[in-house]
C-alpha cells in the first residue's frame, strides 16, 4: 500500500494540486497534515483527506483523522494540539492510544520520520516553508512484506530527497 502525505502549503494550490496530480494513480490514499488555509472543498484538494491546522479557521477539517488503508492504520493530525514543536510524547500517547500504525503529523514544518514503540511516525515537512533544511517536501509511506519505507520528494519536480529516505522493519 501506498499513502501520499503533504501539509503546510498555506494557501498554495497550484503545487498542492501538481502533487495529487502527480502521484494520483499510485497511491491508495493521500493526507494533507494541515495549514492548507484552503475550503474543504477547494478543488486542489480534491481527492484528499484533510486536518485542520492552526492556520485553518472555521470548521471544514476535522482535528484528526483515523483511518485503515489495507491493513495499515493511520493517525492524523496538524500536531498543534498535541505540542509537537516540543516534543512528540504527547502525539505518541494518542497514536499508541487509537492503536496506530503510522502516525503522521505538520505544524514543525521539519521534514522527518522516526519509528518508537513500534509506530512509524512521518512529517512530511512543509511545501511552502520548510524550516531546518530549506527543501520544500512531501511524504510517500510504502508498506510490503512487512517492510515499510519513508522516501521524501522535492515539492517542484517530484525528485526523491535521498538523504531522508528511511526504512523501517
Known amino acids: 500500500m501506498k499513502a501520499l502525505i503533504l501539509s503546510d502549503s498555506h494557501g498554495w494550490t497550484n503545487e498542492v494540486k501538481e502533487i495529487l ?7 491508495d490514499i493521500i493526507f494533507h497534515c494541515g495549514d492548507s488555509e484552503l475550503e474543504l472543498e477547494h478543488p486542489a484538494l480534491a481527492g ?12 471544514d477539517f476535522p482535528d484528526d483523522i483515523q483511518e485503515e488503508v489495507e491493513g495499515i492504520f493511520f ?10 514543536k516540543m516534543t512528540t ?3 505518541s500517547y494518542r497514536a499508541e492510544e487509537v492503536g496506530a500504525n503510522v ?3 505538520g505544524h514543525t514544518h521539519i521534514a522527518t520520520s522516526f519509528e518508537q514503540n513500534g509506530v512509524i511516525y ?13 527543501t520544500r517536501t512531501y511524504a510517500i509511506f ?8 519513508v522516501t521524501f520528494h522535492h515539492q517542484d519536480n ?3 530527497v535521498e538523504e531522508l529516505t528511511a526504512v523501517y522493519k
Open 21 to 27: 496530480d502527480r502521484h494520483r494513480t499510485e497511491v
Open 48 to 59: 484528499a483527506k484533510v486536518v485542520k491546522g492552526n492556520c485553518d479557521f472555521g470548521a
Open 75 to 84: 493517525y492524523v493530525t496538524h500536531g498543534h494540539l498535541y505540542n509537537v
Open 89 to 91: 510524547d504527547p502525539l
Open 103 to 105: 502516525a503522521c503529523f
Open 122 to 134: 512521518i512529517n512530511p515537512g512543509s511545501i511552502k516553508l520548510p524550516l531546518g533544511r530549506r
Open 142 to 149: 510504502e508498506s510490503a512484506n512487512d517492510e515499510s519505507k
Open 158 to 160: 517530484g525528485e526523491v
